[in-house]
């Protein structure tokens, strides 16, 4: 069976640390880039921003961040995501630079989106996440908001969530892949999964309600899947916690989703 065209896979770190790249070329679509680094202790990432504006997520490790204005030393607390611990990370606009120095081994995400330079570059730190339990039952799992709608960017929307073993996440299933506020907004995303026990496995499945698109796949660790479009759960099997980065962007800022209404129900039970 071919591999998912929606499953981009790591590779072993490049020259200057990339294991992961994603392009709005590259997925077919018009907004979200995504990037994943693994850099050695000493080893230094250095950038501009262009057009686009980033997120830079430590998801682990420790290092020093700075933009053409600002500078941030030993930044990073948790040395693996699922200590759970929220992250440390920094907001660079477009049209600025930023390099990132690991003093210990560092993996890294930057999150790309177009931007307008409309905001300065900032450090958000732990105590900036809000950290939220969103779903019940076997479908209880904890979000941590990175960059939500109500904090300055201009297109990035970007979250974790760690979904304990045996538990569903992104459920029930949503969708944001129509332009039609104020009821649903279009915004591109990108999952970005890290398993533990590392040789584990999550499930995800992408679908449309005509079903011209409807994959169900099993991600490995390291891997990312692309969401152009449709609902997209996410299964964690028992005995593996697995966690996800989900970066959005779209033509308007703001997080608007439309439910299946074959699962809805299971919203109305919640509320109960």
Known sequence: MAPSKLIVPSAEPAADGNVLRITPQSAGWSYVGFEVYRLQAGQSLKRETGEQEACLVLLSGLADAATSGSKWERIGERMSVFEEK???????????????????????????????????????????IEVEIRGKGNAQR????????QKEADSLLVVEVFTP??????????????DNLPDESYLEETYYHKVQPEHGFAIQRVYTDDRSLDETMAVRNGEAVLVPKGYHPVSAPPGYDVYYLNVMAGPVRTWKFHNDPDHEWIFKEWAK
């Open 86 to 128: 929220p992250p440390y990370a920094v907001y660079v606009p477009s049209g600025d630079a930023y390099e990132l120095t690991a003093l210990t081994e560092v993996e890294l995400a930057v999150c790309l989106a177009p931007g307008k330079g409309s905001h300065a570059a900032r450090l958000i730190a732990p105590s900036d």
């Open 142 to 149: 904890r979000i941590h908001q990175i960059l939500p709608e």
């Open 165 to 178: 073993n045996g538990h569903w996440s992104s459920y029930p299933p949503h969708k944001h892949d129509e």
